[in-house]
């Protein structure tokens, strides 16, 4: 029985049906195109001198119909593959559909973006084609208990046999399976293996969807959004957020080199607070800047507090407004009614922060660093969290459970190592080891200036004052004397690190995908080995929340 959430789509194998019954009928009209060169007895006579010019033309057009429907394949090759600029190569392994309907998804949303993508099914790549791609997008089922799809045997029995080198490929897996089955996700985890151990480079790490879980599937799009360059696209399906309250806001590195960083505290604007756990995510529903709303009301010439009658008359078009996506183009807008311009709407896309606190505190705390568009105004989500959401005011708030990253057990040490705002959830696994009573725990943390980047100071150095830090390792890159990353300070300790793990340690990474990860797992393959390193993920001791 294949495990739900995974599949091979009925679409795509019509369209060869629909293909195969074209040129059959053309067959058949060439066969009585063939038959009036005959007269009386047909076979195997030949043709009359006269008519030798229409058995050429026949032949002729027979080769034109074939290489017609011949071509499609070559011409599905984006020009810039064949320049040399090889396009976006989007693969899915498919049993029952939903795969390859999500990587049609996928690739339609980077399309439109403006990218170039080839879209296969992975029974169509081998390695000569991923040695060639420069970036790929792979989503892949489970089915029965940890089996590839069908068609993906060819790829499995063939191609992951071979040991190409793909240092050049850059790549990211959605793995789908079900949790109920022994073997979750078993053949997207394999496939994932088989990329990094030929030398291919994670975009983002592997996202796993048990039972077509939405938030995953979430979490999926808006890294899409970060491949294309475009954080503002819809969410295929929009949380469904709670109220919850901006209790507090504070600026914490006020005359930084960087951006500034905000840490937030916020409580349910009713009821009880909810369970969570060290590792998981808010997604947060974000709203436009009031001023923004207001000139397009006042371009308009409409009243924002003109109450929807979709929404039974409780929201405003103003309200609507700030949590919509606002339209780039008015021209055809003026004169339209509240409820007219409603309909048009469409929601703004989450954002996700790590949780940096534990619900024994009382509070949901995140650490917001402000990131500016490309015009330099605030970003969507921080510029709402930490510049116009007012205090008291309410925020659209999901939970969202990040199994990968969860902690590990309280016998084992922990090393924990993070830069930048990934000190978030770095502190709530601290907390939570401390509520636990466990003490081997070891924090990496990086940043810009010990004076003014050093975030949760105080907390930390008292935490390792009291034995809960058994080691704290901190790295300044802009300090005079110091210039070092986390990643280095990790490599100055390589015997330690070795120690730690030989005693059952695990490994948790949380912060910038794009320079600190790379280093930090550059750094445990040296001081670990690769086969080392990559048994530690195997096993489930080293994870990461990077981004």
Do not use: K
Not at 101 to 118: K, T
């Amino acid at each position: 029985m294949a495990a739900p959430g995974s599949g091979t789509g009925s679409g795509g194998a019509s369209r060869p049906l629909l293909g195969n019954l074209a040129v059959l009928a053309v067959l058949a009209l060439l066969a009585g195109a063939l038959l009036t060169l005959h007269g009386g007895a047909w076979w195997p006579a030949a043709p009359q001198p006269s008519r030798w010019w229409l058995c050429a033309l026949v032949v002729v057009a027979y080769a034109g119909t074939s290489a017609v429907f011949l071509w499609p394949r070559r011409a599905s090759l984006p020009d810039t593959a064949i320049a040399g600029e090889p396009p976006l190569l989007v693969v899915w392994a498919s049993q029952t559909g939903f795969a390859s309907a999500l990587a049609e998804r996928s690739a339609a949303v980077l399309r439109d973006c403006g990218g170039n993508v080839l879209l296969l099914p992975l029974d169509q790549v081998d390695a000569g084609r991923l040695a060639d791609t420069r970036r790929a997008l792979f989503i892949a089922s489970t089915t029965g208990e940890g089996d590839p799809p069908d068609h993906a045997l060819h790829f499995l029995h063939e191609t992951m046999r071979q040991s190409p080198a793909l240092p050049r490929l850059q790549y990211a897996l959605l793995a789908l399976g079900d949790r109920e089955y022994a073997h979750f996700c078993a053949f997207g985890r394999q496939l994932d293996e088989w990329l990094r151990g030929r030398g291919a480079q994670p975009l983002f790490d592997r996202v796993e969807v048990d039972n077509a879980d939405e938030a995953a599937l979430r979490h999926w799009q808006y890294e899409l959004g970060r491949i294309a360059d475009s954080a503002d696209l819809a969410d295929w399906s929009p949380p469904a957020y709670e109220s919850w309250r901006l209790a507090a806001r504070e600026l914490l590195n006020p005359g930084s080199q960087g951006a500034p960083v905000h840490d937030l505290a916020l409580e349910p604007a009713t009821g009880t607070l909810p369970t969570w756990q060290a590792g998981d995510i808010a997604e947060i529903g974000p709203r436009n800047p009031p001023a923004r709303v207001q000139a397009l009301l006042d371009r308009l010439g409409l009243d924002g507090g003109a109450r929807l009658s979709a929404t039974g008359g409780e929201e405003t078009l103003a309200a609507l407004l700030a949590r919509s996506q606002l339209p780039e183009d008015i021209q055809a807008l003026p004169g339209l009614a509240p409820d007219a311009l409603a309909a048009q709407l469409r929601p703004l896309p989450h954002r996700e922060y790590s949780i940096a606190s534990i619900p024994e505190e009382g509070r949901l705390r995140l650490l917001v660093r402000e990131m500016p568009r490309a015009d330099g105004s605030p970003g969507l989500g921080s510029g709402w969290l930490c510049r116009y959401a007012p205090l008291g005011g309410t925020i659209d708030l999901r939970l969202r459970g990040n199994p990968g990253f969860q902690p590990p057990p309280a016998e084992r040490p922990l090393i924990l190592v993070g830069n930048g705002t990934g000190i978030a959830g770095l502190r709530a696994h601290l907390r939570a080891r401390i509520r636990a009573g466990a003490r081997r725990n070891w924090l990496l943390f990086g940043e810009r200036n010990a004076d003014r980047d050093f975030f949760y100071r105080g907390e930390l150095m008292e935490w390792r004052a009291q034995g809960w830090l058994e080691r704290l390792d901190l790295a300044f890159s802009r300090d005079e004397g110091d210039g070092a990353y986390v990643q280095d300070r990790l490599h100055a300790a390589a015997d330690i690190l070795r120690d730690w793990v030989d005693a059952g340690a695990c490994v948790l990474v949380c912060g910038n995908a794009s320079g600190m990860a790379p280093g930090v797992d550059a750094a445990m393959a040296q001081a670990l080995g690769e086969e080392r390193r990559d048994a530690l993920r195997i096993e489930g001791r080293y994870r990461r929340d990077v981004y």
